[in-house]
Nanobody, 115 residues
Framework: QVQLVESGGGLVQPGGSLRLSCVVFGRVFNHYAAGWYRQAPGKQRESVATITSGGILNYADSVQGRFTISRDNAKNTVYLQMSSLKPEDTAVYYC?????????WGQGTQVTVSS
């Protein structure tokens, strides 16, 4: 059974930073692409950042230069470092392993950017 456990969300002021973590249980983590997605109220889920098994990175235009995705294969963990946060970054952030079509999802962690 595959389980993805996210942590690190919370309330932060505009301009602040947060780091999200996602630990993967039950799969050979380093064989799969991983990513972070988010869904704001009333909007569709969107890709934020992805990292392939080979380390190729991809970012949404809206977070380019502010967010950094990384992975630690020894710890079965993928991270999302978020800086210069804006109110429009407010959403539930989901970790994904193996792609959005047929992969695995975490339960989501709420990120709220507000003064």
């Amino acid at each position: 059974q595959v389980q993805l456990v996210e942590s690190g969300g919370g309330l932060v002021q505009p301009g602040g930073s947060l780091r999200l973590s996602c630990v993967v249980f039950g799969r050979v983590f380093n064989h799969y692409a991983a990513g972070w997605y988010r869904q704001a109220p009333g909007k569709q889920r969107e890709s934020v950042a992805t990292i392939t098994s080979g380390g190729i990175l991809n970012y949404a235009d809206s977070v380019q230069g502010r967010f950094t995705i990384s992975r630690d294969n020894a710890k079965n963990t993928v991270y999302l470092q978020m800086s210069s946060l804006k109110p429009e970054d407010t959403a539930v952030y989901y970790c994904n392993l193996g792609g959005p079509q047929a992969g695995y999802w975490g339960q989501g962690t709420q990120v709220t950017v507000s003064s």
